[in-house]
């Protein structure tokens, strides 16, 4: 199964991406703690997109594609703004009794995506910035 | 599309209990945040954070606790997150935080942390 949306790029739109996400994989039939480690991994992985890549411009969009082929989930996030977007690999462990101790907001999110995540990869394809995320569901 | 997070205040005696009801993203974590960064917060004793109705949280929800985390501890005002869903609980689990906040099932727990 597969499925796809469009979104620009407004942080007003993760809403619909989760619920999208969410949809997909409940009707896949996982459970609610899958379901919601996956919606948030593409949440942080969009949210980049939006806030970092395309500094909120609602005039840009992004591409999102899901595919379940029996357990094995492939997304597929691409931006269509024009500032390629190929962030450095997430910390692999951050020291988060010094993130409490500056009283740092961020650096977080992708930490989050490389530990639910089984692959993530940014790569640029047609002047694109694609982030493909995969991880087997069990 | 109404807002998705809402941030309700219950003061009592030296506790503030913040009711979340909703999901806390990068669109909502600024309304947490805003009430975090309150100046009477740092009267009270106790911050308690209800957590029964919040059904999401992403990194900047995270964010907000952890930046406040050191200015409450400076003040000596305990943050406590009770009644947390699974699902929620897990994204503190997978990055370690479960561990360096204080997290407890009941409310009745919440109040004799």
């Given at each position: 199964m597969q499925d796809h949306i469009r979104i620009s790029c407004?942080?007003?739109?993760l809403q619909q991406v989760r619920d999208f996400v969410r949809g997909f994989l409940l009707a896949a039939q996982r459970s609610e703690l899958v379901v919601n480690q996956v919606v948030l991994a593409v949440d942080e992985v969009v949210a980049n997109f939006i806030i970092h890549a395309n500094g909120e411009d609602a005039n840009q969009f992004l591409d999102l594609l899901l595919v379940l082929s029996d357990h094995h989930l492939d997304i597929e996030i691409e931006d269509h703004g024009s500032n390629l977007f190929l962030p450095?690999?997430?910390?692999?462990?951050?020291d988060l009794r010094e993130y409490i101790r500056q009283g740092?907001?961020?650096?977080m999110g992708m930490t989050l995506v490389s530990r639910i995540m089984d692959r993530v990869e940014f790569f640029e394809r047609n002047s694109h910035t694609i982030c493909h995320l995969s991880k087997v569901l069990v | 599309m109404g807002p998705i997070m809402k941030v309700t205040s219950q003061p009592s005696a030296d506790t503030l209990t913040l009711v979340l009801d909703g999901e806390l993203d990068a669109s909502s974590a600024v309304v947490l945040d805003t009430e975090l960064n309150?100046?009477?917060?740092?009267?009270?004793?106790k911050v308690l954070i209800d957590c029964q109705r919040l059904s999401y949280i992403s990194s900047a929800g995270l964010g907000v606790f952890i930046s406040h985390l050191q200015r409450l501890q400076d003040s000596d005002v305990k943050l406590v997150f009770y009644n947390m869903q699974e699902k929620v609980f897990n994204v503190f689990e997978i990055l370690g935080l479960d561990s360096l906040m204080n997290i407890v099932p009941t409310a009745e727990e919440a109040q004799a942390a």
């Open positions: 407004s942080r007003q739109n450095q690999g997430a910390t692999p462990s951050p740092r907001k961020g650096g | 309150k100046p009477g917060l740092l009267n009270y004793r």
